[in-house]
């Protein structure tokens, strides 16, 4: 049996590739002689970079940057040298996972 596992990420647990391996075990412990593939997954927000980079054959680069609180956060983009692009993703610098429950107010908040 052949199977393909493309899932998006779990907001704020795992990433797409993340999840998609946890699926792989859950499977091989039912089907052992299954045959995976993993393909990371995004629909345009958090782990876009991620899924679109290594997706194509790219690479990952960590920048810091200023995060949504002030505070210098590393942020990840992506890099496809073959066409000279960059995989940018807003969420990385100042996506709501990197501000705290108690922190959630916009008037207190940045995307510069």
């Given at each position: 049996m052949k199977v393909v596992v493309a899932i998006d990420s779990l907001k704020g647990s795992l990433s797409s590739l993340e999840a998609g391996d946890a699926i792989k075990n859950g499977i091989l412990k039912a089907i052992p002689d299954a045959e995976i593939l993993v393909r990371p997954l995004?629909?345009?927000g958090e782990g876009t970079?991620?899924?679109l980079a290594l997706g194509m054959g790219g690479k990952l680069e960590t920048v810091e940057v200023t995060g949504?609180?002030?505070k210098r956060v590393n942020c990840v983009y992506g890099?496809?040298?073959?066409?000279?692009?960059?995989?940018?993703?807003?969420?990385?610098?100042?996506?709501?996972?990197?501000?705290?429950d108690a922190d959630r107010n916009p008037l207190h908040t940045t995307t510069y």
């Amino acid at each position: 049996m052949k199977v393909v596992v493309a899932i998006d990420s779990l907001k704020g647990s795992l990433s797409s590739l993340e999840a998609g391996d946890a699926i792989k075990n859950g499977i091989l412990k039912a089907i052992p002689d299954a045959e995976i593939l993993v393909r990371p997954l995004a629909d345009g927000g958090e782990g876009t970079v991620e899924a679109l980079a290594l997706g194509m054959g790219g690479k990952l680069e960590t920048v810091e940057v200023t995060g949504p609180l002030g505070k210098r956060v590393n942020c990840v983009y992506g890099v496809l040298e073959e066409t000279k692009t960059a995989i940018v993703e807003m969420s990385g610098a100042a996506g709501i996972t990197l501000v705290p429950d108690a922190d959630r107010n916009p008037l207190h908040t940045t995307t510069y």
